[in-house]
Every structure is written in C-alpha cells, then in structure tokens.
C-alpha cells in the first residue's frame, strides 16, 4: 500500500466517524452529551477536511 493509498484510507476512517458523531450529536439526550458530541464532530472533521486537502480531493459527509 503506498502513501496515497494510506492517507485516504485515514481519511475514510475520518469520514466514518465523523458521521458516526453526526448520529451521536442527533441522538444526544442531555446537553453534556450534545456538547461532548459537538467536540468530538469538529475534531472529526478537522481531520477529514485536512487529509482532503493533502488529497486534494473532497468528501462529503452527508452522503
């Protein structure tokens, strides 16, 4: 596997838990747990949007 191939490897994983958070945030019942969600979201996407951008590519985290 060569670097290319790692790096959007990382950033399908990044991808994945980014909306893995996206659920936590829309099931996320008391604010604590919205708050923790919305952390963990951001980190998440941080990731993904700079291993895009090493990329130069883009996902969306919707789809």
Same mark, same amino acid.
């Given at each position: ?9 990382a950033? %399908?994983? =990044?991808?994945?838990?980014?909306r893995?958070e996206?659920? @936590?945030l829309?099931? =996320?019942?008391?604010?604590?747990l919205q708050?923790?969600?919305?952390? @963990?979201? =951001?980190?998440r996407?941080a990731?993904r949007?700079?291993?895009? %951008?090493i ?7 919707? =789809?």
């Open positions: 596997m060569d670097i290319w191939e790692r790096i959007r490897y950033r %399908d994983q =990044a991808l994945e838990a980014e893995t996206r659920r @936590r829309d099931e =996320a019942d008391t604010n604590e708050q923790a969600a919305s952390v @963990r979201l =951001a980190t996407q990731v949007e700079a291993l895009d %951008d990329l130069d590519e883009s996902t969306d985290p919707e =789809a």
